[in-house]
């Protein structure tokens, strides 16, 4: 199989990601990956080769692909790093972080990380991203009506807190260790919404 170099734009016809997907699914097989991992760094690869094109190096993005679904939040503490991945699967670290960094960017990952400075990634079309949106959403939206009806505003800071403690310690749906990263991505997403609502209601 021919593999095109990322940076040609062009995404893959969809029987070329197929063909990519079961090359990636033997390479997983051959090095004993857990069947469920196997499974969501396949739907990534397939995600990524469909908009981005095929990989130059097909091995480390593989690699790559599981490196980033076996550093989920919910994985925490994981102490397994970069290099110590990339030694087991018996390829350069240089490569698996290129790959890795090119993912993440290309389909919108959130990178967290823990005390130790680890990375943990974030789907944006996991339940993680999805939790965090809706929360963040159903907050603006109510901080915005009570602006209005009351003329008293919370600072987006204080909304943050408010908004991060509740995902981590009464939602749990984000793991307590990552409450200090968490803060300025939610600060940033708030702004965000707010924006949209203030500019729906001017009817812009």
């Given at each position: 199989?021919?593999?095109?170099?990322?940076?040609?734009?062009?995404?893959?016809?969809?029987?070329?990601?197929?063909?990519?997907?079961?090359?990636?699914?033997?390479?997983?097989?051959?090095?004993?990956?857990?069947?469920?991992?196997?499974?969501?760094?396949?739907?990534?690869i397939r995600r990524y080769a469909s908009q981005e094109g095929l990989p130059r190096e097909p091995d480390p993005f593989f690699g790559?692909?599981?490196?980033?679904?076996?550093?989920?939040?919910?994985?925490?503490?994981?102490?397994?790093?970069?290099?110590?991945?990339?030694?087991?699967?018996?390829?350069?670290?240089?490569?698996?972080?290129?790959?890795?960094?090119?993912?993440?960017?290309?389909?919108?990952?959130?990178?967290?990380?823990?005390?130790?400075?680890?990375?943990?990634?974030?789907?944006?079309?996991?339940?993680?991203?999805?939790?965090?949106?809706?929360?963040?959403?159903?907050?603006?939206?109510?901080?915005?009506?009570?602006?209005?009806?009351?003329?008293?505003?919370?600072?987006?800071?204080?909304?943050?807190?408010?908004?991060?403690?509740?995902?981590?310690?009464?939602?749990?749906?984000?793991?307590?260790?990552?409450?200090?990263?968490?803060?300025?991505?939610?600060?940033?997403?708030?702004?965000?919404?707010?924006?949209?609502?203030?500019?729906?209601?001017?009817?812009?």
């Open positions: 199989m021919e593999f095109r170099d990322e940076h040609d734009g062009l995404a893959a016809n969809p029987r070329v990601v197929v063909n990519l997907v079961r090359d990636a699914h033997q390479f997983f097989k051959e090095n004993r990956i857990d069947e469920n991992y196997q499974m969501m760094a396949l739907d990534l790559a692909a599981l490196y980033m679904v076996t550093r989920h939040p919910w994985s925490h503490p994981n102490p397994l790093t970069k290099i110590e991945f990339a030694s087991k699967m018996r390829m350069k670290e240089s490569s698996l972080e290129w790959y890795t960094n090119s993912i993440s960017e290309k389909l919108g990952f959130m990178v967290l990380h823990d005390k130790n400075q680890l990375p943990f990634f974030v789907d944006p079309d996991g339940t993680i991203a999805n939790v965090v949106s809706s929360v963040i959403k159903a907050s603006v939206g109510e901080e915005v009506v009570r602006s209005i009806v009351t003329g008293s505003v919370v600072s987006p800071n204080a909304l943050a807190e408010r908004i991060v403690d509740r995902l981590c310690n009464v939602v749990n749906i984000v793991p307590s260790a990552f409450e200090q990263e968490l803060q300025s991505l939610v600060q940033n997403k708030i702004d965000e919404e707010s924006n949209r609502l203030l500019e729906q209601l001017r009817g812009q």
